[in-house]
């Protein structure tokens, strides 16, 4: 486990900020929270929010991908990683092999939302559809290709935006759209959940995905289909928390061990009605049905 009191010295610039904020030299509990890009600003909120809680704690939080959390997870330097996907067996076994004991646990869901420019006249797809688009065996490369014709995109070829490797994201995505097959080449790999939003909303051929919480009024919401020309079902919070939503997934924070002390206490404040109206703010739907004011 991490030593869990720590000098603000020993800290990046942006947290020893925070502790001086808090009180000059005084030594602080810090906890290190790094990883998914779909969770980095709920977590976020919720560290600034804790601050009200436990004014003698600080969370200083960090994305870069699941995989970065994962990887200091493994590697011990932080408290808790956050991930968009559960880890797998391999990380699990090289977890162990360095000395860690990962403890899963789930903090809310989120509709994976895939993307289109609002111009784009498709108002849902399948993920059959979305297999030929994205899979390296896919035969769909214009729009025309799905019976339509998306104005301002002048050759009508598709503009495949898609994650880094190194995401949550995209591991959920090939997993529940490609299953054992993967991405075909030339897809746009941005890093983080808010640059895939902000290229489709400029680029009339795009699509793309990322999280619910990312939406803006400027993209298009395709409505999900298992099948082609099967009943398709809107992205939202509540079709992720009832399992409706085809591409729902869970959100996961994972600790060294069943947590205990100060982090124990932050993630049952997380787990707490408190917590989870503060993912429920953020767009996402929440682990535990609440009733928020």
Known sequence: MLLRTRLIVSFSIATA??????????QRQVIQNKGSDTLVNV??????????VKPDVVVAVSGGGSGTGIAALINGTVDIANTSRAMKDKEIKLARDSGQ??????????????????DNPMDSISIEQLAEIYGEDGTYTKWTDLGVKVPGCQDQTIV???????????????GTVLGKGDFKLGTRDMHGSKDVVDLVEHTPCAIGYSGL???????KLACIALKTGGDCTNPSVASASDGSYVIARPLFMYTDGEPTGFVGEYLSWIK???GQC?????GYAPATEVSCG
């Open 101 to 118: 004991d990962p403890v899963q646990h789930i903090v809310g869901f989120d509709a994976l939302v895939v993307y289109m420019h609002p």
């Open 278 to 282: 503060i993912i429920l703010k953020k």
């Open 17 to 26: 900020a925070v502790l001086a904020a808090c009180g000059g030299g005084e």
């Open 272 to 274: 707490s009605e408190a």
């Open 160 to 174: 495949v935006v898609s994650r880094q490797n190194n995401s949550g994201t995209y591991a959920y995505f090939r």
């Open 213 to 219: 919480a990312y939406t803006t009024d400027h993209v």
């Open 43 to 52: 977590a976020q909120a919720w560290a600034e929010a804790y601050q009200g």
